[in-house]
Structures are given as structure tokens and as C-alpha cells.
């Protein structure tokens, strides 16, 4: 059987409320790697957050596409294969960068960033994600979450199973807890998956999957014609609903 190929776009916006732009997103198709960023910080500090984590990410990729023996600054999970780790990796290496420039410049204290990334292989997709930015699966007319959000509502949901009046009300949506660049060192969660030939993978910041319920996505991927037609309606919908937030929206499809 013929491999999938994968069709990809993605677009960004600084969203209604906000005067900049501090997500950042990355499609590097020959690489098979899509990245979205979505920083926090005052001064800017979010924008240089997001970038530095893209950036991080990306060079690690092509320095290690070239030379796959070279020395790594984290020793590789045994349980775990190659393509695996080095995903991992390198979140965690842009991790290290954004809590170190946040301790030289006291502009940038407090600095971060939430990432969601896919990695493709070949014949499936590595998931990673640190922070509340989410990554969705749609397949036959359903729309799975496929991350779960490092949020203080959603512990808070977890321990004490709040109603849904009780978590539209909850005072703390926006606190995180894991981001890139909080401390030193960050868990980075993992899934391996399979896509099968009409999967399409959306990576979105906050500003996306908290203004636009997970039914209006899903409608707007599946009656689009193409995917870049797709990524600018998700953005046109989270600002008809206020755009309270920076949106970003990459889509990946897989295509016979």
C-alpha cells in the first residue's frame, strides 16, 4: 500500500482584545514537523517566548537530520524509541533556553510558552505537548481531543468534577500549570498515533479552542473545500465570538 502523503496549512492572528501577536506557529513539511506556540509575559516577553521555542525546535531537528549520532543534551528514555526521544528532546532543550534567557534579562522574568507539536514518521505521528494549547483529531465525521490541557481548571476538574455551570464560572481559566520556561526542567507528554488515509490533525492555541466549541471546529474543517480555506475560517470564527486571545490554527490531513 502506498504511503499517506500529508496536506498541511496554518495561519495566525492577534485575535480582537490583544495589540500583539504572541503565538507562533512552524511547518517544516520536508521534515514532517508542525509546531504551535502560544507565549505568555509581559514586555513582549510571550512573543520572544513562542519564537525561542519554534526557533529551539527547529535547529534541533536539522542539526540532528544530518548527523543522528550527535551528542544530545539529554540522555534518551530506553523505554522510548529514537524518533521519540528526539521529539521530546527538543522540546525540552527549548524549554532550558526560555527559563535561561528569563534569569539573564529581568525583562523577561516570568517568561513562557505553551507548545503542541506532531512529528510524522512513517507510518505513523508522534503527539507533544507542554502547556493548554491542544491538538484535535478529526476522523469520520468526529472530532477527538488528543492533549490534555496543563491548566489549574482542569486539575480542578479531574479532583473535584465540576458542573458545566461550575467550570464556565471557574475565576482561574487562564492559570497554567506547565509551560515552557517555568522551571528548568518540564515533563513533556507523548502519544504515538496511526493516521488513517481523511485524518486531520489541528494544533491550536487558546485563543482558538476557547472562544469556538469543539462541534463548531469540527463543522468548519468538514465543510471546507481545501485546508488553508479551513485554517482562516477557525480564526474568522474564533473572532466572531469576541477574539478575546492571539489565534493560531495549523491543519494537517492525511491523503491517499
Not at 507562533?24 to 509581559?42: H, K, P, Q, R
Not at 512529528?119 to 493548554?132: I, K, L, P, R, S
Request: proline share 4%.
Amino acid at each position: 500500500m502506498a504511503p499517506l502523503r500529508v496536506e498541511v496549512a496554518g495561519e495566525t492572528n492577534v485575535g480582537r482584545k490583544r495589540s500583539l501577536n504572541e503565538d507562533n506557529f512552524c511547518i517544516l513539511s520536508e521534515t514532517g514537523l508542525y509546531l504551535v506556540a502560544d507565549g505568555m509575559g509581559g514586555h513582549a516577553s510571550g512573543e520572544i517566548a513562542s519564537k525561542l521555542a519554534i526557533d529551539t525546535i527547529r535547529e534541533f531537528y536539522e542539526r540532528t537530520a544530518d548527523d543522528p549520532e550527535r551528542t544530545w543534551p539529554y540522555k534518551m528514555d530506553k523505554a522510548k524509541g529514537y524518533e521519540e526521544n528526539r521529539l521530546i528532546t527538543a522540546v525540552k532543550l527549548a524549554n532550558l533556553r526560555i527559563f535561561e534567557q528569563a534569569q539573564r534579562d529581568a525583562k523577561s522574568r516570568g517568561m513562557g510558552t505553551t507548545i503542541v507539536s506532531i512529528f510524522t514518521v512513517e507510518n505513523g505521528v508522534y503527539c507533544a505537548h507542554v502547556g493548554d494549547s491542544r491538538i484535535y483529531r478529526i476522523r469520520d465525521g468526529k472530532i477527538e481531543q488528543m492533549t490534555e490541557d496543563h491548566s489549574l481548571l482542569n486539575d480542578y476538574i479531574k479532583m473535584k468534577h465540576l458542573t458545566p455551570e461550575e467550570i464556565a464560572n471557574f475565576p482561574h481559566k487562564n492559570v497554567i500549570v506547565r509551560a515552557l520556561g517555568m522551571k528548568e526542567t518540564v515533563k513533556v507528554d507523548t502519544r504515538y498515533e496511526t493516521p488513517l488515509a481523511g485524518d486531520t490533525y489541528l494544533l491550536c492555541s487558546d485563543g482558538l479552542c476557547g472562544p469556538v466549541n469543539d462541534n463548531d471546529i469540527l463543522n468548519i474543517i468538514i465543510t471546507s473545500p481545501d485546508l488553508k480555506t479551513a485554517s482562516r475560517r477557525l480564526i474568522d470564527k474564533a473572532n466572531e465570538n469576541g477574539g478575546p486571545d492571539n489565534i493560531t490554527a495549523v491543519l494537517a490531513r492525511w491523503v491517499a
